[in-house]
Each structure stands twice: as C-alpha cells, then as structure tokens.
C-alpha cells in the first residue's frame, strides 16, 4: 500500500488508544499527507502532542456551519483529498444504563449527528475535492447487537446503511467509494464509557476463533486497505473485523461451561 503524494483527512482522534490514532499512525508511515480534526480543544491539544508535524483544527460535528465549512478548512492545505476516514462516536450515558425504551429523545438525537448523520455532511461538504477515485470509511460496530450498547447500537447500524445511499449517490458523479468497518469489541477508552463495556469485551475475546482479543491496530490495517488503491472493487460494504466473533456465539467451551454452572 502506497500512498506517497496523497491527501487523507482524519476526524475522530482522541488519544493514543483510539482506531484513528493507529490509522493515522499507519498511514503516515506508509507515506501519506495527512490533515487531521478535533471535536473541541482538548483533543486538538492531544493531536499536537501526537501529531506535531501534522496540521489539525477543530470542527464541532453539531454545528451546521462549521460542516459546511469543512472544504474550506481543507483548502488550506490541499485542494484534492484521495481518502477520508470518518472516526466519530458518541452517547450519553452519563446517567447510567438504561432500558432502551427509555432513551430521551435529546439524548438519541444528538448521538445520531455525532456518530452517523456527520459522515453524510461531512462527504457533502468534502465532494468537489475528493479526487474521482476517492475513498471515504467510517468506522461502526459488530453485529453483536449487545445490549449494553443501547441507543447507539440502531444509530451505528443507520451509519452502516448511510454508506450504501452515499456510494449511490455519489456514482452519479464519480468512483469514489463508501465503506463502514464494522469492529468487534476494542479496549479504546471511547468504549471504557459504555455501561458494562468490561465484561462484554473479556466475553467476546472468549468468542473469538483465536481466543485473542481484537486489536486496535488490525482494525486500523483495514482501514488503511480500504482507503488504498488495492480495494478499488470494494464499495457500499460493511466489513466486519472481529476475528471470527460473528460466526461463533456457539462456541462450544462456553456452552460446556454455562451447562456446568445449571
């Protein structure tokens, strides 16, 4: 994977233990120009100390004007991007785990602009310097549908559908391509937040074909295939990275095991 001479943007890093970080950090190895953006101050902060030789503003993904004043933003530094990788989570659970029936609607509402309807904005706004063969990926859940991950389980799988509609939409123009990957359980500190998050993670590294926890570092190695020229035939795809999780919540030890414990 070569991306000498090409544009990718990043949104979404956080800190070190973050899918862009590492996406970010295997790109620029791999020789990538890369422009990058914060949610607030505090990670801009985090991105200088990371990333000092690399430019980065903020965008707050809840403000339509700053959105619509992305390809501005870009425009300082290029006026083509090759690739654009979309990082951006979030859900309030500050006032702990509750029963999905009893999500507030402000509460849903602004997790969906955060973590799906964004992407949809941010393409918008990026569409005339995308080259023709572009490539753009946001970054979603398994198929665990666990239910500690309450309202934002439904508004991650609108995310993932969100890439089939912008991958059509986007042909009647152009090639560039949509994907989601869909990442099995990772010990980022985005996820530490989620209600229960420990013991779904320890469990689902029992679920893995390996009996190894996913690392974040190979969801990035995906994400760098996707964003390269050597997935030119992958478009409107969810690709799962979970090391075989999907396929094994029969796994046969822990069925031994739950008969056991009757």
């Given at each position: 994977?070569?991306?000498?001479?090409?544009?990718?943007?990043?949104?979404?890093?956080?800190?070190?233990?973050?899918?862009?970080?590492?996406?970010?950090?295997?790109?620029?190895?791999?020789?990538?120009?890369?422009?990058?953006?914060?949610?607030?101050?505090?990670?801009?902060?985090?991105?200088?100390?990371?990333?000092?030789?690399?430019?980065?503003?903020?965008?707050?993904?809840?403000?339509?004007?700053?959105?619509?004043?992305?390809?501005?933003?870009?425009?300082?530094?290029?006026?083509?991007?090759?690739?654009?990788?979309?990082?951006?989570?979030?859900?309030?659970?500050?006032?702990?785990?509750?029963?999905?029936?009893?999500?507030?609607?402000?509460?849903?509402?602004?997790?969906?602009?955060?973590?799906?309807?964004?992407?949809?904005?941010?393409?918008?706004?990026?569409?005339?310097?995308?080259?023709?063969?572009?490539?753009?990926?946001?970054?979603?859940?398994?198929?665990?549908?666990?239910?500690?991950?309450?309202?934002?389980?439904?508004?991650?799988?609108?995310?993932?559908?969100?890439?089939?509609?912008?991958?059509?939409?986007?042909?009647?123009?152009?090639?560039?391509?949509?994907?989601?990957?869909?990442?099995?359980?990772?010990?980022?500190?985005?996820?530490?937040?989620?209600?229960?998050?420990?013991?779904?993670?320890?469990?689902?590294?029992?679920?893995?074909?390996r009996k190894k926890a996913l690392q974040t570092t190979e969801v990035a190695n995906v994400i760098c295939f996707l964003l390269s020229d050597l997935s030119s035939?992958?478009?409107?795809?969810?690709?799962?990275?979970?090391?075989?999780?999907?396929?094994?919540?029969?796994?046969?030890?822990?069925?031994?095991?739950?008969?056991?414990?009757?």
């Amino acid at each position: 994977m070569n991306f000498k001479d090409k544009w990718i943007y990043i949104a979404g890093i956080a800190n070190k233990k973050s899918v862009a970080y590492h996406s970010a950090k295997s790109l620029k190895g791999l020789g990538a120009n890369l422009i990058l953006s914060a949610q607030n101050e505090k990670n801009l902060e985090q991105i200088n100390k990371l990333f000092p030789d690399i430019p980065a503003f903020i965008i707050d993904v809840e403000d339509e004007k700053q959105l619509k004043n992305l390809d501005n933003q870009i425009l300082k530094y290029t006026d083509k991007l090759h690739g654009f990788l979309h990082s951006l989570a979030f859900a309030n659970f500050s006032d702990g785990p509750k029963a999905f029936h009893e999500t507030k609607r402000a509460d849903y509402l602004q997790a969906c602009q955060i973590s799906s309807f964004s992407f949809t904005e941010m393409s918008n706004s990026l569409k005339n310097l995308f080259t023709k063969d572009a490539s753009a990926v946001t970054v979603s859940i398994s198929s665990t549908k666990a239910t500690s991950y309450g309202y934002l389980g439904p508004i991650k799988a609108m995310l993932e559908t969100s890439v089939c509609y912008l991958a059509k939409s986007f042909s009647e123009f152009s090639n560039v391509r949509f994907n989601s990957v869909g990442a099995g359980p990772l010990k980022t500190s985005a996820s530490a937040g989620i209600p229960d998050y420990v013991e779904n993670y320890l469990y689902s590294e029992q679920l893995t074909l390996r009996k190894k926890a996913l690392q974040t570092t190979e969801v990035a190695n995906v994400i760098c295939f996707l964003l390269s020229d050597l997935s030119s035939g992958v478009n409107a795809t969810n690709q799962i990275v979970d090391c075989g999780m999907s396929s094994n919540y029969f796994d046969q030890d822990i069925v031994k095991g739950f008969s056991k414990s009757q």
